[in-house]
Each structure stands twice: as structure tokens, then as C-alpha cells.
């Protein structure tokens, strides 16, 4: 699952970088796209841990019945 969303953020960042005029701009970009690639990764995380424990709730039902 983190995989592709990896892919996603390296590609934003090389379109990102190959657009970027002054440093100033730059910069700016940088500093967002490493906030945004922070989000990815705490949303996936947070999604596999959802997904951990959905299939550890269906476990739990599965030995209950």
C-alpha cells in the first residue's frame, strides 16, 4: 500500500522541483512537499493499523464461532 503513494510523492516532488524558479520558491516548495509527504505516510500508517485491526476483529469472530 505504500508503495504507490510513495511513487505518487516522488513524482509530485520531481514535478514540484523541475517548476521551482528562485530559491525562495524553492524553498517554500520543499518545505510543503516534505508536510505533505509527512501526511501520506501518517495517513497510510494509520490506515494499516485500521486494516490490522479490522482483520484481528474478523479473527476474533472467526474463533468465537
Do not use: Q
Not at 505518487?8 to 522541483?17: D, F, H, P, S
Not at 512537499?33 to 474478523?58: H, S
Request: charged residues 40%; proline residues 2%.
Amino acid at each position: 500500500m505504500k508503495k504507490p503513494i510513495y511513487m505518487m510523492m516522488a513524482a509530485g516532488l520531481l514535478t514540484i522541483g523541475a517548476t521551482s524558479c528562485d530559491s525562495g520558491t524553492e524553498n517554500r516548495t520543499e518545505e510543503r512537499t516534505e508536510e505533505v509527504g509527512e501526511d501520506i505516510e501518517d495517513a497510510a500508517d494509520e490506515a494499516g493499523d485500521d486494516l490490522e485491526e479490522a482483520g484481528d476483529e474478523v479473527e476474533d469472530e472467526v474463533e468465537h464461532n
